[in-house]
């Protein structure tokens, strides 16, 4: 599950849909676990590969929808990727704000991958998912939206309902699972450094140095990623105003939420945001 080269069409995507999708060609393994703050969509043409996630081998087979939370350290292990197939990394704000029922996104969280049934509509389906983020259009765009929303909603519907909340052991999942399952369920809420690392039972200088050493990003990035994320969402789908989507993503007040937007989107204000991805009114 490499990520994609900043230069292929998946950035430009980010910026435009505020998630990516590409077609994953076949990659060696990964010698490293790594982890990141999306929910990843793998969808594998041919073949199988397994994945070292949370401490656990699970094999990936061709043909099914397979869903996990990149918050969970993971690697493909023995050949890697070895056949081509169609991934898609989302915000994981975008998954919570879409109130998925049976626990979907509590099993994400707590670390379990999530695969649908074989259904020989879901390649087409993907394909004309890429050719859609790809086609610059926003009415397709836009439909490719809801599509993949009604699909996430179609894979939580055929799952049994779990009885009480999901849980990840400590010891299987390991300290950054912990802390950003914590910060996930909370980003909207004020939250201190000092509050993370009471959660998670660390010292708040040796927190700032294990999350930074195995997410690549500090806390407060990760942190304001999911705040911008869920700010984005929020001006794509409401008419709600920007000090109000400000506060209902985490902010404290607009100008930091001004100051974040613009480091995460390349400068793009959030009206300027709203205003990209509102459909051509009907002639």
């Known amino acids: 599950m490499a990520r994609s080269h900043p230069s292929r069409p998946t950035d430009r995507h980010e910026q435009a849909l505020g998630f990516r999708i590409w077609r994953q060609?076949?990659?060696g393994r990964m010698e490293v676990p790594h982890t990141h703050p999306d929910i990843e969509v793998n969808y594998l043409f041919s073949g199988e590969f397994s994945y070292l996630h949370g401490g656990a081998a699970v094999p990936i087979t061709a043909g099914r929808f397979t869903?996990?939370?990149?918050?969970?350290?993971?690697?493909?292990?023995?050949?890697?990727?070895?056949?081509?197939g169609i991934w898609i990394t989302l915000p994981l704000a975008w998954v919570l704000q879409w109130r998925l029922p049976n626990g979907l996104h509590d099993r994400l969280l707590a670390g379990e991958i999530l695969s649908a049934p074989p259904d020989d509509t879901d390649r087409r389906t993907l394909e004309r998912w890429l050719a859609d983020a790809e086609?610059?259009?926003?009415?397709?765009?836009h439909v490719l939206q809801l599509e993949m929303e009604a699909r996430f909603h179609r894979l939580a519907l055929g799952m049994p309902r779990r009885?009480?909340?999901a849980t990840a052991s400590a010891e299987g999942t390991g300290q950054i699972p912990r802390i950003t399952r914590f910060i996930a369920q909370h980003y909207r809420e004020p939250?201190?450094?000092?509050?993370?690392?009471?959660?998670a039972g660390l010292h708040p200088k040796y927190l700032m140095r294990v999350f930074k050493k195995h997410c690549g990003v500090s806390v407060w990035e990760y942190l304001t990623r999911l705040r911008v994320s869920h700010a984005q969402r929020l001006l794509i789908t409401s008419d709600m105003k920007v000090l109000d989507v400000a506060m209902e993503s985490g902010f404290a007040s607009v100008a930091p939420f001004y100051a974040a937007f613009?480091?995460?989107?390349?400068?793009?204000?959030?009206?300027?945001?709203?205003?990209?991805h509102?459909?051509?009114e009907p002639a």
């Open 25 to 27: 060609l076949h990659s």
């Open 163 to 165: 009885r009480g909340r």
């Open 278 to 280: 509102q459909l051509a």
């Open 67 to 84: 869903v996990l939370w990149g918050g969970v350290p993971h690697q493909t292990l023995g050949p890697g990727i070895v056949s081509d």
């Open 262 to 276: 613009a480091a995460h989107t390349r400068g793009i204000r959030p009206l300027h945001y709203r205003r990209q």
């Open 135 to 141: 086609s610059g259009d926003t009415a397709r765009r």
């Open 191 to 199: 939250l201190s450094l000092p509050a993370i690392a009471g959660h």
